[in-house]
């Protein structure tokens, strides 16, 4: 199959998944995420209509947001764990980022989107519900507190909060989208967090389910890395 194929078929399984749970489907949008993959992919995929694309190392992204720089509309999201030394990369190329997940993060990055003369970055963060030891993100007891810090910082733009569940399970899944929509509902809900970015390619039908409005698609549209 082709990416122009693969895309169709992830944006009629959104559509699907959207009016099974009585939503408009143009409220979740396709996040590609195209890390490892090399520009002339990135370009089928934009030649296809897709805009947005997901990145998880900050050099990655940067060398790709230059190089595919004459793409005047693309959007590019990093979605990985950010180092803060790597955050002028962010800030200078990203136009929204998934995972910040504390204070100290959202400060440093804050810092240099000021320092690159850039608007408010798209905020969103991180928020490690699976309780697990290995995965980054903020755990609901120090959600509040990395809130604080995102909306005390002029340079970000607070817009939501982002999830990546344990892999294999779809019920431990759904239980993880279903508690991140809860924790959006307990710090100001839809009105004040209008985005949560949740769902990949096993998993992305419970995660519209649950109210997932940026689905992070890879594998079902590049094919495997």
């Given at each position: 199959m082709s990416i122009t194929d693969r895309l169709n078929e992830v944006r009629a399984r959104i559509e699907r998944a959207a009016i099974a749970a009585s939503r408009d489907p143009a409220s979740v949008k396709?996040?590609?995420?195209s890390k490892t993959k090399d520009a002339s992919a990135i370009e089928?995929?934009?030649?296809?209509?897709?805009?947005?694309?997901?990145?998880?190392?900050?050099q990655e992204l940067a060398q790709k947001a230059q190089s595919l720089a004459h793409?005047?509309?693309?959007e590019w999201h990093f979605i990985g764990h950010l180092q803060s030394n790597k955050a002028k990369l962010i800030a200078a190329h990203a136009h929204v980022m998934h995972t910040i997940?504390?204070?100290?993060?959202?400060?440093?990055?804050?810092?240099r989107v000021r320092n690159a003369g850039k608007p408010p970055l798209t905020a969103l963060i991180e928020v490690n519900?699976?309780?697990?030891?290995?995965k980054h993100g903020a755990t609901a007891s120090e959600l509040q507190e990395v809130i604080d810090a995102v909306r005390a910082e002029d340079?970000?733009?607070?817009?939501?909060?982002?999830?990546?569940?344990?892999?294999?399970d779809l019920a431990i899944a759904k239980n993880v989208f279903e508690t991140l929509a809860s924790l959006r509902n307990l710090h100001g809900g839809a009105t004040l967090l209008p985005e949560l970015s949740m769902?990949?390619?096993s998993d992305l039908e419970a995660a519209v389910a649950a109210g997932a409005t940026?689905?992070?698609v890879g594998t079902a549209v590049f094919g495997d890395r």
């Open positions: 396709l996040v590609a995420v089928e995929a934009y030649a296809a209509g897709q805009r947005a694309f997901g990145e998880s190392y900050a793409l005047a509309d693309i997940d504390s204070p100290s993060l959202a400060k440093e990055l804050a810092r519900v699976g309780g697990e030891p290995q340079a970000l733009a607070l817009r939501g909060l982002m999830t990546i569940p344990p892999e294999g769902g990949m390619t940026m689905v992070r």
